[in-house]
């Protein structure tokens, strides 16, 4: 199975929309995907992202399906400085502090004890879990046990903060390290492979990040790191 991942184009956050830029990408996005072999549109239910999915399920006469936990995460918490923000504060824990990732635990750090982010990080771990197994892959640890032989490719757009989640889930990385070391732009198109083989424990491997090829060179292209919320 190929799972293909999408942020939404260039949003208009108030009223949670895409901007003229942000169609243009979408569109742009649509037709870099035309040709993927796509099965399965999902989508968070938010605005911008199912705007941006739109335009791919046109193109391929395809029905957008809404997973209501793929929606923005949200952050914050008592004594959490930045309101919470965990691309600044994720940012501060490597350039400032050098926290060892693999060695503490990021959970217990006082940015992200009682932030709530980390209770998103968790929600959107267990129910793209389920979401998986729907699909024929068991996750257990580090790996996947694959109980189906159909080989298919799905796409899923959503948000910066919400595809973080589901990054750092499936590849069994920090998620604070994920969302500062690993950015990734308006439309961006992110692969990730599961290999089939049922019976068999499988990993997924990344087969493209951030391809923003459809939008580079274009007036429509502005790099975002996160500074901004997803």
């Not at 060892?100 to 129910?127: I, Q």
Request: proline fraction near 6%; charge should be negative; include cysteine.
């Amino acid at each position: 199975m190929r799972l293909i991942m999408v942020r939404h184009g260039e949003p208009n956050y108030e009223k949670d929309c895409l901007t003229e830029t942000g169609a243009r990408q979408a569109k742009a996005a649509a037709q870099r995907l035309k040709d993927e072999g796509i099965s399965e549109i999902f989508a968070s239910p938010m605005g911008r992202a199912q705007e941006t999915a739109s335009f791919t399920a046109q193109l391929l006469s395809l029905p957008v399906q809404t997973l209501d936990f793929m929606h923005e995460i949200s952050w914050g918490g008592p004594g959490v400085p930045e309101h919470g923000h965990p691309w600044t504060l994720s940012e501060w824990m490597i350039a400032q502090e050098d926290f060892h990732f693999w060695n503490e635990n990021w959970r217990e750090h006082p940015y992200y004890g009682k932030n709530e982010a980390t209770a998103c990080f968790d929600a959107v771990s267990a129910e793209f879990d389920t979401f998986l197994a729907k699909k024929g892959y068991i996750h257990e640890g580090t790996r996947f046990l694959c109980s189906t032989d159909e080989d298919q490719t799905i796409a899923l757009f959503s948000h910066g903060g919400s595809g973080a989640c589901v990054l750092a889930h499936l590849l069994s990385l920090p998620f604070p390290y994920v969302v500062t070391v690993m950015p990734y732009d308006f439309t961006s198109i992110i692969i990730l492979n599961f290999p089939c083989g049922k019976g068999k424990y499988v990993f997924p491997r990344i087969e493209l990040f951030n391809d923003i090829a459809h939008i580079r060179d274009t007036k429509d292209h502005t790099v975002i790191f996160q500074k901004t919320p997803d």
